[in-house]
Structures are given as structure tokens and as C-alpha cells.
């Protein structure tokens, strides 16, 4: 009997050892904040992860137009049989010597100018001098993409910001309705008891105490709901911070008022916006970059020859210059880019000029709902400040028999969803005020409120 306690007493010992530290580490996880959930979800983003490589694809891009300027050596090898070697023929030649008249004419072997076989190497090298401009406008183009695509990353933070914050926001909804309905139950628990004593003396009957009953359960299925939606945004949160859901099982996050310091201006910090602008931008270099066709290309180039024994009487062993390639007439290819390049800007433009109309008109939508928001928020809280004077009478009068159980959870009911509303209320002020931000362009870490 001895040695089965102590046997329990281990198992429990070793039970205990196991699962603590796993109590502690989701304990120690679920103090995660606001800001830090978003900065998880920032470095856990494969959306900023695909535009910070896209951005290293532009770089990349500019860096290979750069070296356009760089030489280029290659080496040449060659292996030529020829049928015969190709020589020259030399006529004799006559000479007169005064006093010994014509001699007889010398006949000279025929000058050997290449051989049958000839081996070739060469190592050559070419270097563009001049581009006829297409390098440098071709470089502004990618440097304007580049910075395009970095707006667009600002905007794909800004979304996984908001998507974050929504989220952590949906968490504190559920956790501060799940405290209402705690504190419903307790008050509904002490009713259910005072009915049971009502009960036996003959005050109220069996029907009024069933209502409560009904009440109770009412709750139990608003709590089930909410558990439901907690489980779904632990998923969400697991989803997009790359962390387990245990590490925000115990979060009760506040839900207060997003007042910004700051209410935005104007729409031109839109990261969308800025993009279209870097992009209006890099068109129009890539409509100065055709006039390239109509300018000269100028290159240096030079060769060494690396065997110099079955080189011909003509050819050099080494030789340098510069080069001129100059299209002056190209069946008005240049022409139609530059038509089209010219389409393509005004395009750009217009995108532009689109984007910013409708931005606009976004921000005053935003700010407006903001500034409902703000005032549904008031007429919330004096909701729930005469909902809760009305719970305070209405049980009241029902303890000393003034009133009835119906009146009773009338009240209880009434203040429950006021103070419901006033979480939601709450939650779509936050909405509206990142809304706002976000339209704007100033949605980011630092203009995090918890």
C-alpha cells in the first residue's frame, strides 16, 4: 500500500514537471501585444517577402544595365585546312651591269603569304563608349520601378497592419463580451437562488423561476458562440504570426478608444499612390530612352593574337580602335516605340490622376465614418449608463416584491446588450480610425494605440 503511494506520488511529481513549463511558456506567449502580434505578422508576411525579392530583381536589373559599359573579352579558336598555301609569284628578274652587259635573269622562289594549315587563337575585347543615352534613361526607369515597388511594399505592411490589428482587436471584442456575460451570469446566479427560497415560501412560481432558468441557458449558448469565435481567431492570429495558437490563449486584450495624434490632411502619403507615381515616372524615362534609336552607338575594341606562327604576311598581331554603328534609317521602328512609349506615359498618367481622385474622396469617406464612429460611441456609453440604472431598480423592485421576474430580466437583458454595444461601438471606432490612417498613408507601427 506503501510502495502504491509513493508510486502516485511520482507519477504526479513527473506529470507535474512535464506540463508546467508548457503552463509557463503559453502563460509567458500570451502577454504578446498589440504591437508585437504586428510585428510578428510583418517578418511572417510572404506577401513583403515576394516584394522585398522583387525589389532585389530591380536592383539586379539595374546593376546588369550598368555594366553595359563594362568590356567584354572572349577568346576565338580556330582550325583552318586550305588546299593549297596561298602564295605569290615573283618574275625573274633582269639585270644590267654596265660593262657586263644582261646578265641572265634571277628566278625567285614564290613568296609563301599563308599556309595550308593555319591554327588561330585570339583574344578580343569590346567596351561600349556611348549608348546614344539609352544606359542612362534606361537606369532612371529602374530606379523609378524600384521605388514603385517599395511603395507598394509600404502598402502590403500597411494591410498586414490593419489585417493584424483587426484580428488582435476581434480578440478583445470576445474576451471583454465574455466578461459581460460572466458578470450577467453572477448577478442571474444570486437571482436563481433568491428565487429558490422565493419559491419555497409560495412568492413567486415555478414558471417565474423556469424564466431564469431560460436566461441562464441563453447565456451558456452566447458563451458558446464566443468560444467559438475566440478558437477561429487564435487560428487567424496562428495564421498570420507563424505562432501557435497556444501562445494567445491567454490574452485579454483592453479595447479602448483609437484617438490618432494626428488626423491626416490629405491622401498624398498613400503608399498606392506613390507607387503609381515612381511608375508615372519610370514610363516617362522609358519614353526619353527610345530617342536612342535615333543616336550613334560609339564601342572600343581591340584583339591580340595568341599564335602568332601561321598568321599571314597581312594580318596584324595585334590591333585597337573605335567603332561607330549608326541606324539612319530603321523602318520607322524608333518611330512606333516612341508612339507607343508616349501612349504608355499618358496611360501612367492618367492612372495616377485616377488614383488620387478617388483617394481623395476615400479620405473624406473615412474621416467621416470616423467622426460617426466617434459620436455612436457617446450615445453607447449613455445607453449603458441608463440601462444600468434601470438593472439597478428593476432588481431592486423585484427583491422587495415590487416587481416582477419578467421586468427583472427585461433589465438584465437591456443592459447586457448595451453593454455589448458599447464593445462594438468601441471596436468600430478602432476600425474607423485605422480606416482613416490607412487611407492617408500614416497607418504604421508608430501610430499604434493599444
Do not use: C
Not at 651591269?97 to 594549315?117: A, E, F, R, S, V
Amino acid at each position: 500500500m506503501e510502495y502504491r503511494i509513493k508510486k502516485e506520488k511520482l507519477l504526479h511529481f513527473l506529470v507535474v514537471a512535464l506540463v508546467a513549463p508548457i503552463a509557463i511558456q503559453a502563460q509567458e506567449e500570451g502577454a504578446l501585444s498589440r504591437r508585437e502580434v504586428v510585428e510578428l505578422s510583418l517578418a511572417h508576411s510572404y506577401a513583403i517577402k515576394n516584394n522585398t525579392l522583387e525589389v532585389q530583381k530591380v536592383n539586379r536589373d539595374r546593376q546588369k544595365t550598368w555594366q553595359t559599359f563594362l568590356p567584354t573579352v572572349t577568346l576565338n579558336g580556330s582550325y583552318t585546312h586550305l588546299n593549297d598555301d596561298i602564295s605569290m609569284s615573283v618574275p625573274p628578274i633582269s639585270l644590267a651591269l654596265p660593262g657586263l652587259g644582261t646578265l641572265p635573269p634571277i628566278t625567285l622562289n614564290p613568296i609563301t603569304l599563308q599556309k595550308q594549315d593555319i591554327l588561330k587563337t585570339e583574344v578580343t575585347a569590346q567596351m561600349v563608349l556611348f549608348t546614344g543615352l539609352k544606359v542612362t534613361y534606361g537606369l532612371q526607369a529602374l530606379r523609378h520601378q524600384s521605388k514603385a515597388i517599395e511603395a507598394l511594399n509600404q502598402k502590403n505592411k500597411a494591410d498586414v497592419l490593419s489585417e493584424a490589428i483587426t484580428t488582435y482587436d476581434r480578440l478583445a471584442v470576445i474576451s471583454q463580451s465574455e466578461k459581460v456575460l460572466e458578470e450577467s451570469e453572477a448577478r442571474l446566479k444570486k437571482e436563481a437562488e433568491f428565487a429558490e427560497k422565493a419559491l419555497k415560501q409560495g412568492l413567486i412560481t415555478p414558471y417565474d423561476q423556469s424564466k431564469i432558468e431560460i436566461a441562464r441557458q441563453e447565456l451558456e449558448a452566447k458563451k458558446m458562440e464566443l468560444q467559438t469565435a475566440r478558437q477561429l481567431t487564435l487560428s487567424k492570429l496562428s495564421q498570420l504570426t507563424g505562432k501557435s495558437a497556444i501562445s494567445f490563449q491567454n490574452i485579454l486584450p483592453s479595447l479602448n478608444v483609437w484617438v490618432p495624434d494626428n488626423l491626416p490632411a490629405d491622401q498624398y502619403q498613400n503608399p498606392q499612390l506613390l507607387a503609381l507615381e515612381e511608375a508615372s515616372k519610370a514610363q516617362q524615362s522609358k519614353h526619353r530612352m527610345t530617342m536612342s534609336g535615333y543616336l550613334p552607338v560609339v564601342y572600343a575594341f581591340g584583339k591580340k593574337e595568341m599564335i602568332t606562327e601561321d598568321l599571314s604576311a597581312l594580318d596584324p598581331e595585334w590591333a585597337v580602335g573605335v567603332g561607330l554603328k549608326w541606324n539612319l534609317f530603321d523602318g520607322l521602328q524608333t518611330y512606333r516605340d516612341r508612339q507607343k512609349a508616349a501612349l504608355d506615359e499618358a496611360m501612367a498618367h492618367n492612372n495616377y490622376s485616377l488614383a488620387e481622385e478617388l483617394l481623395a474622396l476615400k479620405l473624406e469617406k473615412t474621416r467621416q465614418e470616423y467622426e460617426l464612429a466617434a459620436q455612436l460611441i457617446k450615445v453607447a456609453v449613455q445607453k449603458k449608463a441608463t440601462a444600468s440604472k434601470g438593472l439597478e431598480i428593476a432588481t431592486r423592485q423585484y427583491q422587495n416584491g415590487l416587481g416582477s421576474i419578467t421586468e427583472r430580466l427585461a433589465a438584465e437583458t437591456d443592459f447586457q446588450n448595451t453593454a455589448l454595444d458599447l464593445i462594438q461601438a468601441t471596436y468600430r471606432q478602432r476600425i474607423a480610425a485605422m480606416a482613416l490612417l490607412e487611407t492617408s498613408g500614416k497607418l504604421n507601427i508608430e501610430s499604434l494605440k493599444d
